[in-house]
């Protein structure tokens, strides 16, 4: 080759190159630097500092509390002082030391010897058995050899043991000597247990604590490239098996880097520390191994939602909480939506959401009260009437039956009633359907005008007849108002005329259970409302209503009161007269979406106006679904009208219908909007009358919104592996619901939640008898339905079962009647494990109680029974007992049915801590001490005397004498006697008996 | 600013930009000498000069200085997946000008009776050892400092794990195929999808069987074959690369048509009421029904069909490429006629829905034979 054929300069070739490469490495140190100014590692780098000052604290907070404990102190000189005392007997130590390690040497000597005869010993054995056995050698001097080495063997072994034993003896010497030291440096330990963990960490995570080589080992463990060893700076994730993600065509694992940013999250100590590191706010709940979510098994992501794999602000799918919470993330770590995941973490207002991704079969949530508030709600409001959310799958109707409306109601009022029903009761659950957005043009009003008149006339044309038994007895107000307030109607029914600024809450809508009584009175008829109280399931075979049991008298007296509830109906509202040329367009619209305009035209007039009436009325109750919440004759199985909620959840926004309206473009936002304004959708959109929005207006405010919103949010099918104990359990399933749906919480307490109608018994406790506010609070527990915690493990459920279906008197001096509700015998048993399944009581057979009235237990517990004189308070079959009313507790005849013994025993022992407030005392049981006084030896008598100091066993035989008591069960017919003839108003005042009259109580 | 925004929105729809640019394109690459000298009279070829690619850049940069003004465009053209689009737009006009640039010299030399460039230049000469091994180098050096760079500055455009019931919308093919997307709009899948692309490659392998003039080989020059260079710049202008800019920057949600300035609107409805050549004929123009018989009812679309393929071939080589017929001989022109057929059917099949609505010209859905 012609070595000047060159055509390219090599030198300007080699400055490119140089020039190329350079901005090739200078690109390579740009990635790297990159790489190393992610966000987390100056997370973790600043959490790290607060981690030593923290734990320099820690550490400085325990010194001193170790210097102030007296405990350690002693400890600290006691050590000192064996240490001195050591000193003195140093020599002695030092002697002892010097045997001992000339002894060591004796032992080993000797052990060795003996190891090499054995050796011997056990050649010559088995050169003897080939001998005897086989004839190789001669077994006679064979034989002596063994026999000779045999004897040597032992002396050997006797000479080693006892040089062990000489060494044992000395070293046992030296360690008693020291013995007094180990055990004071033991207590020191102990003590400094805590700040030696505290030091350790310490000396892990500051530098200035460390020795030199891990000095220099945390130096240079997170340069880049080395850091692939040991890094201090490292991604943190969790990965959950049991809980996977799916990725439609295949499931993995969760996998959480959230604590790579969020490091202090579940560690106590940095509550008002600044994001990330600030520590979760319920630690006892979640993340911790001991609480019931640990975050190894659960992450963070399964509650929260979000995008677990990522490192980054933005890239986690944070959301915010509302836009200026996103302007302020913008500027401070350039937020933006992740458009790209579907599930984005909820806003921290929305948290509860998550709970659902496991718990959704769940009826109450305990700790979850936005959610609960939310799906009380939605069963307060009937959502599930128009919209299927399988949760709610086949729930009965949540509004009155309308098959007989025509007995109840008159037409006119009806009519306004629809169009308005919050004009005639403030907070009716029956929501607003005309006149709202998109339908209140003069054209739209028109014609609901008469849509109204086709629908009631339907109502009516379809209503059975019903028979109303006319009223026996005249009325009388003021005991009709006595008893609203005293049986407990108040715990499902207010009469409220105006609105409160009460917040909606669990408590608050236990009394949203049935309608505010105001107005009733200029609803319906003296008549209807003594049938009704009467029975109510004649009138309504679907009703939640139960039956109180009400005498003649009573419904009369409470008829006569309701009837002057009249409120201010629909004072100067007229019913707009029918209009058939507008009648004719809607029949007219109706029968264009089936048929031709030709034949639609043709079929419209050769109708009659009963015809038309009836035609639009049909398909308006179709339209607007009214039979979502009401029985409607003729629309018995229709299908719901609105989209299906059960996955609502998971629905990506872009499903969502924003009209024009210009809202944000987001699931939340939708939500708000549609349920606060249902019909806003419709703004600037062209549609006929009936391609419009017709979701009712609910009047929610703002906090029920975000309950509400919460609550949908939750409804996806949870996928997670994870089943939570409630939700595999059907009965208990089933009992939850029964007690929400039944609103047994507006008496009762159940898990610790309910007895709404407790401040309506105190008010009634005030006026009834006279008595000021605080001593009416002070004694509201004691006339009101009982707190039925423990219920499960108290009753005997077929006792239980049969009070269900009869209930009758078991606190005498209670007015509050437990009603008879008509549940099929599955649904009281779901109720009764349900209670059970609380409190952890799975038996449903037990063995009867058996009492033998021999033993010296019984007599001890006769004798306790009479000193505790339980006959004060408490009814024995149908001896009253001696106190008066106020304090009268249940009939002991009773209790051989009705409790486990189990219970009466817990109970007897601490009545308090079964149910806090009672007035139950806790029987008195002898000490051991006590009966050594020969005046409490006479007092307790022999029987109690001998078991004294054995208090389960007195308590057991108290309990044995409660189930042998003889006497009447039922004595409902002997108390009513008593109150009908002295009233009720037993709490009034009495000036010579105050002093321990409260001290007893019922149970 | 707003007007202008509405009428660059206006002006992209493609019935409008395509027909513009179909019109000048023979002006700007010239078949014929009527249009070479109207080439020469508007001074189109101002665009080869240098004066010609700064001014043309100048238009591209300012529309997009333009464009990122607003929040529409800005989506559009700053789309992580978009921006090697953008990038081609400058690259292609780049290489095109080069080559045009070059034959524009060249033809004028040869014109004066001189050599072309490349005739006497050497720089066309490379060693491989150490040259062109040391330039390659260099080039991956730069590419990977170049690619550094992107990967810092520009995050990776991923999505979540794919979800079929929820795919995105518009669901856009890669970017090298949105020109085949865009065919489907026009096209049944088994023409746009599997012959058109055969076709496409096999005309590509047939280039230099049927353009065997070796006077002009070797030199770039478009005077000399400026019917080979108009009509492969046609199929590779007109109809790859700018349905591949009308794919990427142009089709919004449900695969409609939004101006650049335009807000992608999920809710956008166009008329879509495209009907068959035998509706067009029987129902529309005739007033009968369909007739049963298929043959009978898709004769006319077989008709066109054939008389297109059939018909036009003998007739152009009558007439424009009487020239061209004469110098290939008849297998060599039927094999060109047939492809350049072809390559104009999509054109013109886009003309006919703009402006009638039409579906099909030959619609037997029965045999799933739509053309």
């Known amino acids: 080759m012609d070595k000047q054929e060159r055509h390219y300069n090599i030198f300007k070739l080699n400055r490119v190159f140089a020039i190329s490469s350079i901005l090739f490495l200078l690109l390579l140190i740009w990635t790297f630097a990159d790489d190393y100014s992610r966000s987390w590692r100056t997370y973790q780098s600043e959490f790290r500092e607060m981690e030593i000052v923290q734990t320099d604290s820690l550490l400085k907070l325990e010194e001193k509390m170790l210097n102030e404990m007296s405990e350690y102190q002693e400890a600290l000189s006691l050590l000192k002082t064996v240490e001195e005392s050591l000193t003195e007997k140093d020599e002695e130590l030092e002697r002892f030391e010097d045997e001992l390690s000339s002894l060591d040497d004796d032992k080993y000597a000797a052990s060795q010897e003996y190891i090499s005869v054995k050796a011997e010993y056990d050649v010559a054995k088995y050169l003897y058995e080939e001998a005897v056995a086989k004839g190789h050698g001669d077994p006679e001097e064979t034989g002596s050899k063994l026999e000779r080495l045999e004897a040597s063997l032992l002396q050997h072994r006797l000479k080693s043991e006892e040089a062990e034993q000489k060494y044992e003896d000395i070293e046992e010497q030296i360690l008693g000597i020291k013995a007094d030291k180990k055990a004071a440096q033991d207590q020191i330990s102990r003590l400094r247990r805590k700040a030696e963990v505290l030091g350790k960490k310490l000396q892990k995570v500051d530098p200035d ?38 990725l439609n065509f295949a499931n993995v694992p969760k996998v959480d880097r959230c604590t790579t940013c969020h490091m202090g999250i579940a560690t106590p100590g940095y509550e008002d520390a600044p994001q990330p590191h600030t520590t979760h706010p319920d630690l006892e709940l979640y993340l911790l191994s001991e609480s019931p979510h640990p975050k190894e098994s659960f992450g963070c992501t399964s509650c929260h939602s979000g995008r677990g794999r990522g490192t980054d602000f933005t890239y986690s799918a944070h959301t915010p909480r509302n836009e200026e919470q996103a302007k302020e993330w913008e500027e401070k770590y350039g937020w933006h939506e992740l458009h790209y ?12 959401a998550g709970c659902f991704k496991c718990h959704n079969q769940e009826i109450y949530l305990e700790g979850a009260d936005k959610l609960s508030l939310g799906t009380n709600l939605i069963e307060r409001a009937g959502c599930f009437g128009c919209h299927t959310i399988e949760r709610y799958q086949d729930k009965r109707r949540i509004g009155p039956d309308l098959n007989r409306i025509a007995s109840k109601v008159s037409k006119d009022w009806t009519y306004l009633w629809i169009r308005d029903p919050k004009a005639f009761r403030h907070n009716s659950w029956m ?88 107005g009733v009175g200029a609803k319906t008829s003296r008549e209807w409302i003594y049938n009704w109280l009467k029975e109510p399931k004649r009138f309504s075979p679907e009703t939640t209503m139960p039956n109180l049991r009400l005498s003649n008298q009573e419904a009369a007296d409470i008829a006569a009161y309701l009837m002057t509830l009249d409120g201010n109906g629909f004072k100067g509202q007229e019913v707009p007269s029918q209009n058939n040329l507008e009648l004719d367009k809607i029949v007219l619209s109706f029968l264009l979406q089936m048929n031709s305009d030709y034949d639609s035209r043709i079929m419209l007039s050769g109708m009659e106006e009963k015809e038309k009436l009836d035609y639009t009325g049909e398909k308006l109750i179709r339209f607007y679904g009214c039979f979502g919440c009401h029985n409607i004759s003729g629309f018995e199985d229709e299908k719901p009208i609105g989209i299906e909620l059960t996955e609502v959840g998971i629905k990506h926004a872009d499903k969502l219908d924003f009209g024009l309206l210009k809202i944000e473009h987001t699931k939340l936002a939708w939500f708000t909007q549609k349920l606060l304004h249902p019909r806003s959708f419709d703004k600037d959109k062209v549609k006929t009358a009936y391609e419009k929005l017709r979701m009712p207006n609910f009047d929610f405010d703002e906090a029920e919104v975000e309950a509400l919103s919460t609550a949908l949010l939750g409804f996806e099918k949870a996928s997670y592996g994870v089943k939570p104990a409630r939700s595999v359990n059907p009965d208990v399933h089933e009992g939850q619901w029964l007690v929400r749906e039944f609103n047994c919480q507006g008496c009762h307490f159940v898990e610790g939640d309910g007895g709404a ?120 079959g149908t001896t009253f007992p001696s106190q008066t009313a106020d304090t009268w507790a249940p009939n002991l005849a009773l209790v051989k049915e009705r409790l486990r013994p189990e219970w009466v025993s817990a109970w007897l022992d601490d009545p308090q801590s079964m149910m806090k407030g009672t007035k139950m005392p806790a029987p ?23 078991l004294a100091g054995n208090r389960s066993v007195l308590i057991n035989g108290l309990t044995d004498y409660l189930y042998t008591i003889p006497g009447k069960i039922d004595i409902s017919r002997e108390v009513l006697g008593y109150f009908s003839k002295n009233g009720y108003n037993f709490l009034q005042p009495v000036e010579d008996e105050e002093g321990d009259e409260w001290d007893d109580e019922e149970w | 600013m707003v007007e202008l925004k509405h009428f660059i929105n206006g002006i992209s729809h493609p019935t409008v930009i395509l027909t513009v640019i ?115 180098l260099i080039a991956l050096v730069l590419l990977m400092a170049f690619l ?136 529309k123009l005739l007033g009968v029904g369909l007739p049963e018989n298929i043959l009978l009812r898709e004769i006319f679309g077989f008709i066109v069909f054939f008389g297109y393929f059939l018909i036009m071939p003998p007739l152009l080589a009558k007439t424009v490429f009487k020239k061209l017929h004469q110098s290939m001989g008849n297998f060599k022109y039927g094999v060109f006629i047939f492809l350049v057929l072809s390559m104009v059917a999509l054109p013109i099949k886009m003309y006919l829905r703009w402006i009638f609505n039409l579906k099909y010209i030959i619609a037997i859905p029965e045999f799933f034979l739509n053309i």
């Open chain 1, 209 to 246: 604590e460390m020795t030199f080589g891990n000095r220099l080992g945390n130096s240079i463990r997170d340069l880049p490239v080395l850091d692939f060893l040991a890094p201090y700076y490292k991604i943190d994730q969790i990965v959950i098996k049991d809980i996977t993600e799916d």
């Open chain 1, 341 to 352: 995941w579907d599930t984005p973490m909820f806003p921290v207002q929305y948290t509860e």
């Open chain 1, 431 to 518: 929501p607003k359907f005309f006149e709202l957005e998109n339908n209140s043009s003069d054209e739209d009003v028109a014609r609901t005008n008469q849509e109204l008149h086709a629908i009631v006339h339907y109502l009516f044309n379809n209503s059975e007849d019903f028979s109303l038994n006319d009223v026996p007895r005249w009325g009388d107000v003021t005991r009709g108002e006595d008893l609203v307030n005293s049986l407990g109607c108040l715990g499902c029914h207010r009469i409220e005329n105006e609105p409160t600024d009460e917040v909606t809450s669990l408590q608050s809508l236990r009394r949203d259970h049935g309608p505010n009584l105001v």
């Open chain 1, 757 to 876: 109608v407790r401040p309506t018994i105190t008010d009634w406790l005030r006026s009834a008898n006279g008595i000021d506010q605080e001593t009416a609070e002070e004694v509201t527990a004691d006339f009101s339905p009982p707190d039925l915690n423990s219920q499960g493990s108290k009753t005997q459920p077929d006792w239980l079962f049969e009070f269900f279906k009869k209930p009758f008197i078991i606190r005498p001096s209670l007015k509050a009647r437990m009603p008879t509700f008509h549940f099929t015998d599955d649904e009281w048993n779901s109720i009764i494990k349900y209670f059970q399944f609380l409190d952890g009581q799975e038996l449903a057979y037990e063995s009867p109680h058996h009492v033998d009235i021999t033993t010296s237990s019984y007599k001890a517990g006769e004798k306790l029974q009479e000193l505790g004189e339980c006959n004060k308070c408490h009814f024995y």
């Open chain 1, 924 to 946: 008195s049981i002898p000490t051991l001490e006590e009966v050594q006084d020969p005046d409490v030896l006479e007092f307790v008598g022999e029987d109690v005397a001998a």
């Open chain 2, 22 to 136: 179909l019109f000048i394109y023979p002006f700007i690459f010239p078949p014929t000498n009527w249009f070479e000298k109207w080439n020469k009279r508007l001074k189109f070829d101002f665009f080869w000069t240098k004066k010609g690619l700064i001014t043309v850049y100048t238009f591209f940069i300012g529309f997009m200085i333009i464009g990122v003004q607003d929040e529409n465009a800005k989506h559009i053209l700053l789309k992580p997946d978009n921006v090697p689009i953008v990038g081609l737009l400058f690259l292609v006009h780049f290489f095109l000008w080069l080559s045009m640039n070059q034959g524009m010299k060249n033809d004028k030399l040869i014109d004066a009776g001189e050599k072309p460039n490349e005739y006497h230049d050497p720089k066309d000469k490379v060693l491989v050892w150490p040259d062109l091994v040391y330039i390659e």
């Open chain 2, 148 to 283: 550094l760079v992107w990967s810092i500055g520009l995050e990776a455009p991923l999505e979540q794990p794919a979800n079929p019931t929820n795919s995105p919308n518009p669901a856009k093919a890669p970017w090298y195929f949105l020109g085949l997307q865009e065919m489907l709009v026009y096209f049944d899948p088994w023409l746009a999808g599997v012959v058109f692309p055969t076709l496409m490659i096999i005309g590509l392998m047939a280039i230099p069987y049927i353009d065997i003039n070796r006077e002009v080989s070797g030199f770039y020059s478009f005077k000399h074959r400026r019917i080979a260079a108009s009509i492969f710049i046609f199929g590779w202008l007109w109809l790859w690369i700018n349905l591949i800019m009308v794919g990427t920057f142009l089709r919004g949600p449900n695969w409609n048509f939004f101006g650049p300035f335009e807000y992608w609107d999920l809710h956008k409805l166009e008329v879509l009421t495209n009907i068959n050549l035998s509706d067009l004929i029987y129902i």
